[in-house]
T-cell receptor, first 110, second 114 residues
Framework: TQLLEQSPQFLSIQEGENLTVYCNSS?????LQWYRQEPGEGPVLLVT?????EVKKLKRLTFQFGDARKDSSLHITAAQPGDTGLYLC??????????FGRGTSLIVHP | DAGVTQSPTHLIKTRGQQVTLRCSPK?????VSWYQQALGQGPQFIFQ???????QRGNFPDRFSGHQFPNYSSELNVNALLLGDSALYLC?????????????FGPGTRLTVL
């Protein structure tokens, strides 16, 4: 069973600060997705990374896939209250089914 | 373009009862997956339906069953409800054009078992 470890589990910061959250595993993945989930809602896909070392940017969010395709990071620049939510990583090996981490719960205070 | 829809949004049941949750996939998608998300946890895979058959199943007991209809919509049935079944149940759809197993989620059904 593939296991995804996300850290930190909780993060509470002030508006304007930068932050990085991590997703790690001992397994190699063919692809990895990041999702954001707001309370009472389903997760919303942010990005998919598939190539080792790949970096993708989505406005103030920067996603990186590790060279060995075992880990990933999400960096947010100048966080805003609208970034508040649960950030989930999900990765796929050889099956159709992605495995999800437990998530990082982010609160950005105005 | 309609996204994934789920019904009902909230449900309260008592132990031992049975429940049916419903999901309509995103337009153009033919594969439906069901997940259980307990408070403070990531989604846990229950099973996936494709071409009206269960294609893959996670580590959930037989009390959890499902069905997919010819229009690709799906139902999740849970029998003999336990207190521990209280969770957010998420439906996700994907299709032949989905990029690397990307899942498009519905808003979920919040099930409370008393």
């Amino acid at each position: 069973t593939q296991l995804l470890e996300q850290s930190p589990q909780f993060l509470s910061i002030q508006e304007g600060e930068n932050l990085t959250v991590y997703c790690n595993s001992s397994s190699v993945f063919s692809s990895l997705q990041w999702y954001r989930q707001e309370p009472g809602e389903g997760p919303v896909l942010l990005v998919t990374v598939v190539t080792g070392g790949e970096v993708k940017k989505l406005k103030r969010l920067t996603f990186q896939f590790g060279d060995a395709r075992k880990d990933s990071s999400l960096h947010i620049t100048a966080a805003q209250p609208g970034d508040t939510g649960l950030y989930l990583c999900a990765a796929s090996g050889g099956s159709y089914i992605p495995t999800f981490g437990r998530g990082t719960s982010l609160i950005v205070h105005p | 373009d309609a996204g994934v829809t789920q019904s009902p949004t909230h449900l309260i049941k008592t132990r031992g009862q049975q429940v049916t949750l419903r999901c309509s996939p995103k337009s153009g998608h033919d594969t439906v997956s069901w997940y259980q998300q307990a408070l403070g946890q990531g989604p846990q895979f229950i099973f996936q339906y494709y071409e009206e058959e269960e294609r893959q199943r996670g580590n959930f007991p037989d009390r959890f069953s499902g069905h997919q209809f010819p229009n690709y919509s799906s139902e999740l049935n849970v029998n003999a409800l336990l207190l521990g079944d209280s969770a957010l149940y998420l439906c996700a759809s994907s299709g032949q054009t989905s990029y690397f197993n990307e899942q498009f989620f519905g808003p979920g059904t919040r099930l409370t078992v008393l």
